[in-house]
Each structure stands twice: as structure tokens, then as C-alpha cells.
């Protein structure tokens, strides 16, 4: 019920951080995609780890949070990523207000948003897509649905199981709580026939603006205790899309949506109306008055309620507006402009007070937070500045109905975002205390020293930038540099704390990298001259030339390489960022997310195209197709010298598909730069899918760290993450010394010795045959051979590299010495042995971690070369480092399915080594003559006793 209200959830924001949380305008390229997590500063003596690109999108974030209105408790939505769902979940946590107390309210898998106090602060609604554990049948979806439906749900802060108290066919939108006992919400109409027709035939054809069959967003009421659901409007050609109720709940002030191609050519705009609950009617406001709503906020006396509005020159577009506050009176029925005494306007959304309200300014990067309070029965409010211990860079804020009692959200580009509870007293906020402790597990990274910079852009204006340091940086020497170009273009990037996806700020700072990102003209937050500046065709004209100056306005400071700078962005970053790659060489990578290159086909696909071209270009390109291909980079793209990569989801209307085609089939048919074209199925033009977003970060750190800091790093996609092979791989690039996996299983049993002191192997029964219970050691061979080199520490490793004459030789000279009859296998007898051992040894497979093909073998035979490579036996263990086969302990014979190829006779005398090795892949259909081993894998061992007699046992040459 505090301030009762709802934002105005334009399309935009799903594309911000959370912690740049603004109100703006309607048509915009996208900021940064899909909110990412927050993650916490917390001292730590010694900041070791390393940033990882998980960091940037499997971490917590806190939002949504609502004061009880009695000020005791506070209500807010924890959201956490989950790799089995490719997605996130979020669920409700209770924090007191007085003690040092959190409480999870909602468990589970699903999502869990909106909660709001009623009027008692008894019960807390929300909203969830969990299964209602009473029904019958799941949950069902609306006809256009792809999942669960999200229903109204209650649950009792002190304990116990949360309850629904909706089951519609459709999700509620939006609601608020009329009075204790009944809640008001929005929802679409349930189907007409003609929807329900189309169904039944699987019919999915999508008309476009068909305003005949649009579906209506109409307000409903619910009774609490009997689940009556109760229909307060009905209109019919129009769809309601947020409401404010008043706290009796006998009124609400709703902006109501007339047209369906509105986002695309803004012509018939939102209108307001004031419904009378009780009565069902509607009143429209703001008749002949440029006033176009995006924010409603009731007093607490229901007089009246302030109304924040869009305000542009342009007599038609809102796509770069401030934000200005009216107040309308229910009495009068006329509404009155605030003045704010600020001229850039408000920054987000109000806080209402007892006394008047309290509001975040537009100022740039910095928060300027104001508190008016209005003067008894008049149509002023005088103002003071809000002092605090966070002065500048609080964001988000709720209150208690007191108007004392208060929660905020705590961040700089430095400080990682935490929320606070505290009090108001007049004009100063007192007794912060943090409540929230996200992401424990970042406290140990290094986070980048940042600043805010300024620096002269086009038409000499000052512009303004957040700089990130290097890690490790010194003075007096020069750095590679990363622009960081936000979207919008009314978008800016604030001085304060967020993580994604598409701007990667601290994996770049990490590898010594500055890190700009430039508030060009056309940004929000400094004033309506700014944001418009590059309307009516200036596009790309001030946007440009202010980025290349403050970059060389960082080369000037001695602190960036001019060899060594590159951009990227998302959206209009990526607009900006191509425009760049177009406009000069000088950058030597490019990541361009989401980004146009044809106006003319955007004019046309894009789902606001009109609103936005004719805005920004100032006509049509059916008015000036001239202009139009005058402004695209498409036709330039012969100039392009600047490798770029380029990623798109294939559902993204923002900027269509085609985009990325066009720019990737150019660049690579021109052949005059490296180019990358990922494309992500089923993502809109902010990816959702864990999965996705972190393949985008997987492959800019690869395409980054080639193009701009020279390290050529090529992935070997047979090698699996945390095999025994990487494992090994990863042991030697940190230079570990000692035995890898240990000392031998047998470091003593692989042999028996004479009184001579001579290593002779151990034979074992194993059925019918007496064999070498282990593969002939280094130190067994060398007693034979003297010249023949063993490394210390490798002395119970098989012996390799040995011939099958020098194999043949050995047991001669083993007979001689010992007076029995040692001998080589034959073929049949050693493969009888292999085959029935099974497949758990030391071979190619055990070192991938997987059933290997011939593709991922030579794959894998290449990274074995930085353990020394294949030829040198790197791959080999210990004999007797697997598990042995045989029935009992004394007939347990080692290694017959891997570690060496092994000699056998064939009949006509000749020797073929067989079986499984560690340079090899089990694969069954690899035939015998060509499973070839590296000469650093072959060995052998040795049989005792005549060979069989059974021709059966005799083997021949494949």
C-alpha cells in the first residue's frame, strides 16, 4: 500500500540494471540486456580470485522491496540463477526493520514477484507461476502462453504455507489492495469464441495489429475469503496497462492503451482515465493537455494524486523526453504543474510522503535525491536537499506509510550494490544499516577503481563518462583501452554498480585494460536540450565525434595506448560501436551486440521502426530513401579494417535478425577483416538463457583477447573442463612439483628380486595361463638394458619406445638369468585377456573424460603436447594405477586395458604390438591394423610356460 502506485513498465527497462534503474522514455535501442545480478563489496585483506564469467550472470540480485506500513518489516524479491533451468528464479524474503533479522518466505524453483503488505500488514500478496498444490490440473496458460500463468497468492509473514487466491486462464498483470479483504487487479479477458476457435484448430497465425480481435486488459476485484473474482470495467477496445489505486480503494487512475501499433508509430497515444470502483465508470483526463502519464502516485488522503509525464518538444514522439510532475486534483478535477525547481527533471519514481513526496533528480551520473513538502491547502511545495551518508548514489527507495521509516539500495561503479534500512528525519536520512549480504563469494575479487571523467565533445559541449582502472595499474604507463557504449540512445551509464552480460567491466580491468563508458549527447539525465540534441537527423553526427574525443582525451592523459583501443556495445551500443568501425581503423576489435546497419529495412522490421527513424532521421525512407542509405552503415562496410564480432537472438524485434545477416554477409564477402556471427535461437534482444549469455562473454573473452591484447588462445574443443587431461595440463602450467597422481600403486610388487639385486617381474596364475601381473617396468628393462634412460621418479612407469626385437631379447636374457621360460604372447591370448579386462584403463578415453572420436582424438593429441607431447609418453601412469582384473586378490593382473600397447606373436613369427594405450581411443571400430600406437607407447610384458597348443590360440597378421 506505500505511495500506492504502479510504475509504468515500459519496454525499455527489461534491457536495464538493476541498479540504473530509471524512468525514461518509450522507444529507445536498448541499455544494457536483461538485468543482471549485484554483487556486494565486502573488505577482504586479500583479493585473489579472479573473475570469472559466471560472475557476471549467477548472482544474486534484491529487488521489489515494499515497508509494512506499520514500518515494522520489510518485503523484497531474491533472485538466483540455476544452470538446470538455464534461467532464473526468484523468491520473497521478510527483513525486520528493528533488529537484525531476514526470514525466506517462498521456497522452490518458481518465480515469486510483486509482494505487497495489506492495509493491517497482516498478509502479504504476491504473484507466482507455482503450481496451485490443490488443483487438479496444472495451472493452465492463455492461448498465446508458453508457461504457467502468474495468479495472485497470500501468505502469512509469520509462518506457514502461502495460498492462491486467483485461477484464471490468463495471468494477472498488476494489483493492489483495495482495503483488507479484497484486492484489484488487471488481467486479459478470457478467450472469445473466436480465439477459442482458432486454438481448437492449431491455428498460431499472428495478424498483425488486429485491433478487431485484440484482447482486452480489463480491472478485477477479488474477495479473500471467497475467491469471488468481480469484473470493475468493461472496455472493450482498449487494454489497461498499469493502475494506481487509492488508499480507500474507491478509485483508481489507469493508463489505458488505444492502439496496438502505437510502439511503432506513436500516433494514437496512451489516454488516462479515473474509474469510480463502485459506480464503473471512467473519466478521461488531461483532455487537450500535453501531458502523456508514466508514473501515478495517490496522496495519502486520497485528494488527489501526482501524475509523472513524458515531455518532449516533438509534437509527436516521446523517444528522448525528461520526466515532469503534475498534480491532479480529484476535487477540482485540474491538474497543476510542480515546479521542482530542477530543470532536467525527476529520475525515477516518487516516494509519497504525509507531507508531499520525496524524489530522485536527473543530475548526470550522480543521484541527487530532493524532499518537497506541499504547502497546506495550496498548489506549492518548497524543497530542500536530502543529506545523507550516501549522498549521490542512493537509487532505489521504499517507504512506511509514516513517511520515517525507509529501505534504499547503496552502490557506486566501484561499490557492489547493498540495501539498507534507515529513518527520515526533515531532510536528512540517519541510522543506515545494511540488511542485505549479496553474493558472499564475490568479496574476494578485485573490483576496478572507477571515476567520474569529462573531457570536450562535439559542438564544445562537456561530456561526461565513467572510467574504470586497470588492476595492477601504474602511473606512467599506458593501457589498452575498452569503450563500453551504452544503449538507448536515451540511455546513460550512472556511477554506480552493475553486472551483465554485455558489459563486461572487471573481466576487462582484469586483464589490464582501461574501461570508458561515455554519456554522449542523446543520453538521459542531463536535461531535455541534451537528450534531443541528436534528433531530426543528427544522429550518429554528435554521438561520434564525442566518444573519439574522449578517448583521445585519455591518450592525451598518457594513460591509454593508441594502438591498443576497442569498443563494444549492445544495441545502440552496437550502432554506435559500428558507426565507429565505419568511420575510422583505429580500433582493433569490435563486439557489436544486437546492432543496426540498414536503416531502411529497420524503418520496416523493427518493431517501433517508425516512432524511432522518422524521430531520430527526421523523415521517412519513403519521404528521403536517400537519407536513409546515407546513414547506414551497411553501404560503408567496404571500409571496415576492425575484426568484429556479432551476436543476435533470432526472436529480437528491437532490432531484427536481418541486421546481423546483413552486417556478417558483407564483412565476409568483403574478406577485408575477421568476422563472427553468433546466433542465439529463441532470444528476444536481451538473451534469457543462462546458457547463452554466458557462450556471449565465453566468446568475447576469446575474440577480445586475440584482437586487442595480441594473445592468441585457441580452445581445444576436445578437451573437456576438469578431465584427467586438464587436470594434468593445469598441474603443469602452475608448475607443481612431484608425482601427479601419486606414487605407484605397487611401488614395490611389480617385481620380485633375485639375490643379485635383479628386478624380475611377478607372474600371477590367471586361469590357464601364468602372465606378468604388471607391464615391464622402466627400472625391470634397464637391469637388461643398460643404456636404455629412465628419469627419476618414472622408475615404475612402463617401459616404452621398446622394439619387438628388443622385447624378444629381454626375455631370452630373463630366461638365461633366471632358467625358466619367459616368453611374449601371442595374439589370441593377449586379446582374449584385453577384452575380457574391459575398458577402465589408462587410454585416451580416461584422459578426455569421454567416449573419443577420431576427430576429438587428433584433437586431444595436440594438447598433450603441453605436457610434452605425445611422442614422449606423457599420457602414461604407474603401472598398476588402475584397478586390476581377476576374481581374487593373488590372480589381480593390471593394465591389460591400457597405459602401453603391448607385443604379441603373430604366427608367422613376426610381432604386432595390440591392445589398448593412453595415446589411443577405445573405440571399438577402429580395426586392429589401424589402431596404431605412438612408438612411446608400446611395451610389453611377459608370459611364463609354453604357449598353448590349441591352434585356436595362434594369431595371424591382419
Not at 178 to 183: E, G, K, P, Y
Not at 614 to 641: C, I
Not at 892 to 898: A, H, K, S, T
Request: glycine share 8%; proline share 6%.
Amino acid at each position: 500500500m506505500a505511495g500506492r502506485q504502479n510504475l509504468i513498465f515500459l519496454r525499455w527497462f527489461q534491457f536495464v540494471p538493476i541498479a540504473c534503474l530509471i524512468f525514461l522514455t518509450m522507444n529507445v535501442r536498448a541499455a544494457d540486456p536483461a538485468p543482471q545480478p549485484s554483487t556486494p563489496a565486502a573488505p577482504a585483506p586479500a583479493k585473489t580470485e579472479k573473475w570469472q564469467v559466471d560472475d557476471f550472470i549467477m548472482g544474486e540480485t534484491a529487488s521489489q522491496f515494499e515497508v509494512s506500513p506499520d514500518g515494522h518489516w520489510v518485503v523484497w524479491v531474491k533472485s538466483l540463477a540455476d544452470n538446470d533451468k538455464d534461467g532464473r528464479y526468484s523468491n520473497l524474503y521478510l527483513t525486520s526493520m528493528l533488529e537484525k533479522k531476514e526470514i525466506q518466505l517462498t521456497r522452490g524453483k518458481d518465480n515469486h514477484s510483486s509482494p505487497k503488505f495489506s492495509p493491517n500488514s497482516q498478509v502479504i500478496a504476491f504473484l507466482s507461476t507455482r503450481p496451485d498444490p490443490m488443483a487438479k490440473t496444472p495451472s493452465p496458460a492463455g492461448p498465446s502462453a508458453e508457461g504457467p500463468t502468474n495468479q495472485l497468492w497470500l501468505i502469512n509473514p509469520n509462518g506457514g504455507e502461502p495460498w492462491p487466491i486467483t485461477s484464471g486462464k490468463r495471468s494477472v498483470t498488476s494489483f493492489d489492495w483495495a482495503n483488507n479483504d479484497t484486492i484489484v487487479f488487471t488481467a486479459q479477458e478470457d478467450a472469445a469464441l473466436y480465439e477459442q476457435t482458432n486454438k481448437e484448430k492449431k491455428d498460431t497465425t499472428n495478424v498483425v495489429d488486429d485491433e478487431v480481435h485484440a484482447v482486452p486488459v480489463r480491472l478485477y476485484q477479488v474477495a479473500i475469503k471467497t475467491k469471488t473474482v468481480t469484473r470493475l470495467s468493461d472496455n472493450t477496445d482498449d487494454r489497461i496497462q498499469s493502475f494506481a489505486l487509492s488508499h480507500h480503494g474507491t478509485q483508481a487512475v489507469a493508463l489505458v492503451q488505444r492502439s496496438l501499433s502505437y510502439i511503432y508509430d506513436q500516433r494514437i497515444k496512451p489516454t488516462a482515465y479515473l474509474y469510480d470502483l463502485a459506480a464503473h465508470t471512467r473519466k478521461q483526463l488531461f483532455v487537450g493537455e500535453k501531458i502523456n502519464p508514466s508514473q501515478f502516485h495517490w496522496t495519502f488522503d486520497d485528494s488527489g494524486f501526482y501524475v509523472a509525464s513524458q515531455y518532449s518538444n516533438d509534437p509527436v514522439y516521446l523517444n528522448a523526453t525528461i520526466s515532469l510532475l503534475y498534480f491532479y486534483d480529484v476535487a477540482s478535477g485540474k491538474s497543476t504543474p510542480v515546479d521542482l525547481g530542477w530543470e532536467n527533471g525527476l529520475a525515477g519514481r516518487l516516494e509519497i510522503t504525509p507531507d508531499g513526496f520525496l524524489c530522485s533528480l536527473a543530475n548526470g551520473a550522480l543521484s541527487k535525491l530532493a524532499r518537497y513538502v506541499r504547502e497546506a491547502n495550496g498548489m506549492h511545495w518548497s524543497h530542500s536537499w536530502v543529506e545523507a551518508e550516501h549522498t549521490g548514489h542512493i537509487w532505489q527507495l521504499n517507504f512506511s506509510h509514516d513517511g520515517r521509516s525507509m529501505v534504499y539500495d547503496y552502490s557506486t561503479a566501484s561499490t557492489p550494490s547493498q540495501w539498507y534500512r534507515a529513518l527520515l528525519e526533515g531532510n536528512k536520512i540517519i541510522s543506515p544499516v545494511q540488511i542485505t549480504d549479496l553474493n558472499p563469494n564475490l568479496k574476494h575479487r578485485h573490483i576496478a577503481k572507477s571515476e567520474i571523467v569529462h573531457w570536450k565533445g562535439a559542438l564544445d559541449e562537456q561530456v561526461e563518462g565513467i572510467l574504470y582502472y586497470p588492476e595492477n595499474y601504474q602511473t606512467g604507463n599506458k593501457y589498452p583501452l575498452m569503450l563500453m557504449i551504452h544503449g538507448g540512445p536515451a540511455g546513460f551509464d550512472r556511477d554506480a554498480w552493475g553486472l551483465s552480460y554485455a558489459y563486461p567491466v572487471n573481466l576487462l580491468t582484469q586483464h589490464g585494460a582501461f574501461v570508458l563508458r561515455p554519456n554522449y549527447h542523446g543520453s538521459s539525465g542531463y536535461g531535455l536540450k541534451w537528450v534531443e540534441s541528436i534528433a531530426h537527423g543528427k544522429y550518429y553526427e554528435l554521438e561520434i565525434p564525442d566518444i573519439e574525443k574522449g578517448v583521445d582525451a585519455l591518450i592525451s592523459r598518457g594513460l591509454v595506448d593508441p594502438e591498443k583501443l576497442g569498443t563494444m556495445g549492445w544495441s545502440n551500443g552496437a550502432i554506435l560501436s559500428i558507426q565507429l568501425t565505419v568511420t575510422t581503423d583505429r580500433y582493433k576489435v569490435c563486439s557489436a551486440g544486437a546492432g543496426d546497419v540498414d536503416w531502411t529495412s529497420d524503418w520496416g522490421n523493427a518493431h517501433f521502426g517508425a516512432s524511432f527513424d522518422n524521430y531520430y532521421f527526421g523523415k521517412t525512407p519513403l519521404e528521403d530513401p536517400e537519407l536513409y542509405r546515407q546513414k547506414s552503415p551497411f553501404f560503408k562496410l567496404d571500409r571496415v579494417k576492425t575484426p568484429t564480432i556479432i551476436y543476435f537472438g533470432t526472436m529480437d524485434t528491437n532490432v531484427p535478425t536481418q541486421q546481423g545477416w546483413l552486417h556478417y554477409r558483407a564483412l565476409q564477402q568483403l574478406g577485408k577483416t575477421d568476422v563472427r556471427f553468433l546466433l542465439f535461437p529463441g532470444e528476444p534482444h536481451g538473451f534469457q538463457k543462462l546458457s547463452h549469455q554466458r557462450r556471449k562473454l565465453e566468446e568475447d573473452v576469446v575474440w577480445i583477447d586475440k584482437y586487442l591484447f595480441g594473445e592468441v588462445k585457441d580452445k581445444n574443443e576436445a578437451l573437456k573442463p576438469n578431465s584427467p587431461l586438464s587436470q594434468e595440463i593445469r598441474k603443469k602450467s602452475i608448475k607443481k612439483v612431484g608425482l601427479l597422481y601419486g606414487e605407484s600403486r605397487v611401488p614395490t610388487s611389480a617385481s620380485a628380486k633375485t639375490s643379485s639385486s635383479i628386478l624380475i617381474p611377478e607372474v600371477v596364475q590367471h586361469g590357464s595361463v601364468q602372465l606378468g601381473r604388471f607391464e615391464i617396468t622402466r627400472a625391470q628393462y634397464r637391469a637388461f638394458d643398460k643404456s636404455y634412460p629412465v628419469d627419476a621418479g618414472t622408475e615404475n612407469y612402463p617401459a616404452n619406445h621398446i622394439s619387438f626385437d628388443n622385447a624378444k631379447a629381454y626375455c631370452a636374457w630373463l630366461n638365461n638369468l633366471t632358467g625358466k621360460s619367459f616368453r611374449l604372447p601371442k595374439i589370441k591370448e593377449l586379446e582374449a585377456l584385453g577384452k575380457a579386462a574391459g575398458a577402465h584403463g589408462n587410454t585416451l578415453d580416461y584422459w578426455a573424460g569421454y567416449s573419443v572420436n577420431p576427430d576429438d582424438a587428433r584433437a586431444i593429441q595436440k594438447a598433450v603436447s603441453e605436457l610434452g607431447g605425445i611422442e614422449r609418453g606423457a599420457l602414461l601412469k604407474p603401472v598398476g594405477s588402475f584397478s586390476g582384473f581377476g576374481k581374487e586378490e593373488e590372480d589381480l593382473v593390471f593394465d591389460l586395458d591400457g597405459n602401453v600397447a603391448e607385443w604379441a606373436l603373430v604366427e608367422d613369427g613376426s610381432g604386432l604390438a595390440v591392445g589398448a594405450s593412453a595415446d589411443t581411443p577405445l573405440d571399438p571400430r577402429i580395426p586392429a591394423k589401424l589402431r596404431r600406437p605412438a612408438p612411446a607407447y608400446i611395451g610389453f610384458r611377459v608370459f611364463e610356460g609354453p604357449p598353448p597348443k590349441d591352434s585356436a590360440s595362434e594369431g595371424e597378421r591382419p
